[in-house]
């Protein structure tokens, strides 16, 4: 899947940001994205920023600063990323079972797919 054909989809405008600390935020109608980003990792910051949109409208930065929910949003926006990004029936067709196979195929960081799915037996 095409993550920021998805956030065009949905109104948002990608854009590359010289950002020092997070990989992306989301500014309204726009996707910040941090320009030191390598393809996987600028894929998955997209997908998470969609997560949070989806999953939690709003103002970002009221949400991290007034609520305690800010772990959870995160742990949610990131099982979003890897539900958009990565297929599991196509991973499956494919007969992709390592992280490294799921990382390399539909083009995310390894570690990502290996905190997932780690998290997810938790």
Do not use: K, N
């Not at 054909?5 to 309204?28: D, I, K």
């Not at 910051?45 to 997560?51: E, F, K, L």
């Amino acid at each position: 899947m095409d993550a920021e054909a998805v956030a065009a989809h949905l109104g948002l405008t990608v854009v590359r940001w010289s950002l020092s600390v997070p990989e992306a935020m989301r500014l309204v109608d726009h996707v910040a994205v941090a320009e030191r980003l390598d393809p996987a990792w600028r894929r998955w910051a997209v997908g998470h920023a969609i997560g949070h949109c989806v999953l939690h409208p709003g103002d970002d930065l009221w949400i991290h600063r007034r609520t305690d929910r800010v772990r959870a949003f995160e742990r949610d926006a990131d099982d979003f990323a890897l539900g958009l990004l990565v297929d599991a029936l196509e991973a499956g067709a494919e007969g992709l079972v390592h992280s490294w196979q799921l990382a390399r195929h539909f083009g995310v960081p390894e570690v990502m797919v290996r905190v997932q799915v780690i998290s997810a037996r938790e």
